[in-house]
């Protein structure tokens, strides 16, 4: 008799610890959304910075015939571009990215095969690409060209 009294006590008390567990974890699920909604997520200008002293170093890894540099800032520039379809999705010049694979290839084809001409001409196509879609997403203010100097002092581009 006792057992018929005492089993729906333990469930009445299970099922109030059960809400209040439930009420907990919502509480750390709000909180966390919170903080996920007012942390820091890159911009897409500064995607775009990154790129530009990226192609930079290229060209001047590639005219030193540094190739390991210029797959590393390859991947870079790559990297980049993933971060912007990630992070700024409600860009719509998100859309017009994939037009640089292609000249991103092209320049890693050349360095793999060490081949200066090749690579010359391959940046001054990625480089046009670059203006092509500034002129797409309307950016057609944003001019990029050759680098005339280094973007830092303190980098070697010559293989040692």
Not at 11 to 33: M, P, R
Not at 54 to 62: C, P, Q, R, S, V
Not at 77 to 97: H, M, N, Q
């Amino acid at each position: 008799m006792r057992l018929i009294f005492f089993l729906p006590l333990l469930l009445l008390c299970s099922c109030a610890h059960q809400t209040g567990n439930t009420q907990k974890l919502q509480s750390q699920v709000d909180s966390l959304s919170n903080k996920l909604a007012h942390s820091y997520k890159p911009g897409f200008g500064d995607f775009m910075l990154g790129i530009q002293v990226h192609h930079a170093k290229i060209w001047y890894a590639g005219n030193a015939q540094n190739w390991p540099l210029v797959q590393f800032e390859l991947k870079e520039i790559k990297e980049a571009l993933d971060g912007i379809k990630e992070f700024c999705t409600d860009r719509p010049e998100v859309s017009s990215l994939n037009m640089m694979d292609g000249p991103l290839d092209s320049l890693a084809n050349s360095a793999k095969n060490k081949d200066l001409t090749s690579f010359k001409n391959n940046f001054i196509q990625l480089t046009n690409k670059c203006n092509s879609c500034h002129q797409i997403t309307k950016h057609e203010f944003n001019v990029i060209k050759l680098p005339d100097s280094p973007p830092y002092s303190n980098q070697e581009f010559k293989v040692k």
